[in-house]
């Protein structure tokens, strides 16, 4: 597993019966997380004094409980990057701290080529990866459906510095986007995915990884440089394996790139314990 291990402002303190127990900056926050199916003892203090916890509803969906008085956002560090976060819909936070291993290794691709590179970042959320591949000296095109959270990536950009970079902020579906560019002749060298297990476009477009992912990355291959250095494929969605999303990009690419594929899970070290929380899967071509 690869794990996300050197965050100061973000600490997985526990986890047990379904919820995780998290600082984020001064913000204790309590979230549930299906991964943890374990009931061990909550004897961290913070169970019972964290500032806001998130209760699932039966029917879909939930809400907050705050405990204490909460700004609407506050901000987090990770190395040189900035994020703003806050209490969301569906117990988000507008970070996944456990992507930071790709931050990381997708960063440190750009560094080395020694030639511009040109990365599309696609179902962008935020823009944690965005910002981070820009402060590597990359250029960016970030596309993501919904415009309060290219918004929100564009805020994170002016808190890391980076606004000023060559990046290009797109609202879009991701699937017409890829097949514009294709016609364009627009190519990229770096090609991050992170597709939601369900989600809708702003057109209403249905998408269903599952029946969705395959002919994505065929599509998507197509949208890639002469000379690519690495495809990412992120996947949150419970039933396929870090395996599978492997053979899929093997399957597709690497018969027409070369290259070599390899996946993993991904995870954040848990402090009561020293173990390690799964938090979905990255697979990855490169060459």
């Not at 690869?2 to 913000?27: A, F, I, M, N, P």
């Not at 996947?235 to 690497?254: E, H, R």
Request: net charge positive; with cysteine.
């Amino acid at each position: 597993m690869r794990v996300s291990s050197q965050w100061k402002d973000y600490t997985l303190l526990d986890c047990s019966d379904g919820e995780r127990l998290e600082r984020w900056g001064k913000v204790t926050l309590v979230r549930p997380d299906p991964q943890v199916i374990w009931k061990t003892p909550k004897t961290h203090p913070l169970w019972k004094k964290a500032d806001a916890v998130y209760h699932r509803s039966q029917s879909g969906g939930g809400h907050w409980e705050m405990r204490a008085q909460l700004p609407d956002r506050w901000t987090v560090e990770y190395k040189d990057l900035r994020f703003h976060v806050r209490t969301m819909g569906f117990k988000h936070t507008g970070v996944f701290p456990e992507q930071a291993v790709n931050w990381d290794f997708v960063s440190e691709l750009i560094r080395r080529a020694g030639r511009r590179v040109r990365v599309l970042n696609l179902f962008a959320y935020t823009g944690a990866a965005t910002v981070s591949a820009l402060r590597a000296g990359a250029e960016v095109v970030h596309v993501d459906a919904s415009r309060g959270m290219v918004q929100w990536a564009k805020e994170n950009a002016q808190l890391c510095g980076v606004a000023d970079r060559p990046v290009r902020w797109i609202v879009d579906d991701c699937i017409k986007f890829v097949r514009r560019e294709i016609r364009r002749g627009n190519r990229y060298d770096v090609l991050i995915m992170d597709p939601p297990s369900y989600g809708r476009g702003p057109g209403g477009e249905v998408w269903k990884l599952e029946n969705e992912v395959y002919g994505f990355v065929e599509l998507c291959r197509d949208v890639l440089s002469d000379e690519p250095l690495a495809v990412l494929l992120n996947s949150y969605t419970t039933g396929l394996s870090p395996a599978v999303m492997q053979y899929i990009l093997g399957s597709v690419l690497c018969p027409a790139l070369g290259g070599q594929t390899q996946s993993d899970e991904i995870g954040l070290p848990v402090q009561s314990s020293g173990l390690v929380l799964p938090c979905g899967a990255t697979s990855i071509w490169h060459r």
